[in-house]
């Protein structure tokens, strides 16, 4: 099961982590990966390369984070609407695959 946690600190998504498999098929076949991994890249690349945003982004084999908690609040701001798009699209595979994938948004302080 692939688990997402988002947090969300004073009104602002601040970070993400991506953990785990689907296995909802064989590798390179499994639809339900492939979804979250091209929600979650994209909305990193947009982060870094079209919002020229120095977050942080960790990566391995079953796990993307990106972390935006070292930032001002200004960036942060500027993050938002790519954040928020990235929830809603985990959301949407969530309510179709739910036995694949959990959605989790922890208020931090």
């Known amino acids: 099961m692939i688990k997402v946690v988002f947090e969300r600190k004073c009104n602002y998504l601040v970070s ?8 909802y098929g064989y590798e390179g076949y499994d639809i339900v990966c ?34 935006l908690n070292d930032q001002c609040e200004a960036q942060i701001k500027k993050c ?3 954040m928020e798009t990235m929830l809603l699209g985990i959301k949407n595979i969530e309510d179709n695959y739910k036995d694949y994938i959990k959605l989790e948004v922890k208020e931090v302080q």
């Open 34 to 67: 492939s979804a979250v991994s091209a929600v979650s890249i994209s909305i990193c690349n947009g982060i870094t390369d079209i919002v020229k945003v120095k977050a942080k982004i960790g990566e391995h084999d079953g796990y993307l984070n990106l972390d």
């Open 80 to 82: 938002q609407v790519l």
């Open 16 to 23: 993400f982590d991506i953990n785990g498999h689907a296995d």
